[in-house]
């Protein structure tokens, strides 16, 4: 049974910081990734990270702000947020590319396999 499970969602001040945390279980993914949608708004990409090298990928909205990581041995998936504005408001994924094929462009939704049910991320001014 492939599932992520995700965590560490909740409401913050604006300045704060909060970490998430996403396990994958039954399966070594490629890539991993984290999104964000708030209400009204597309699905937007974070960041990524390919699990076999460590490059890692940002969106120039949180580049400074956020940092993506990985234990592999856990199979797990971090996102570490700093210095959080009201605008990084959102309902957080992350998603999941597995092996076998090539994975495309990280920033694409439909480049990934799996996806979290998602946690909401608040933060007041």
């Known amino acids: 049974q492939v599932q992520l499970v995700e965590s560490g969602g909740g409401s913050v001040q604006a300045g704060g910081s909060l970490r998430l945390s996403c396990a994958a279980f039954?399966?070594?993914?490629?890539?991993m990734g984290w999104f964000r949608q708030a209400p009204g708004k597309e699905r937007e990409g974070v960041a990524a990270?390919?699990?076999?090298?460590?490059?890692?990928y940002y969106a120039d909205s949180v580049k400074g702000r956020f940092t993506i990581s990985q234990d592999n041995a856990k199979n797990t998936l971090y996102l570490e947020m700093n210095s959080l504005k009201p605008e990084d408001t959102a309902m957080y994924y992350c998603?999941?590319?597995?092996?076998?094929?090539?994975?495309?462009?990280?920033?694409?939704?439909?480049?990934?396999?799996?996806w979290s049910q998602g946690t909401q991320v608040t933060v007041s001014s």
């Open positions: 039954g399966y070594t993914a490629l890539r």
């Open positions: 990270i390919y699990t076999g090298g460590g490059a890692t």
């Open positions: 998603a999941a590319r597995m092996r076998g094929s090539y994975g495309g462009d990280w920033r694409v939704p439909t480049t990934y396999n799996y």
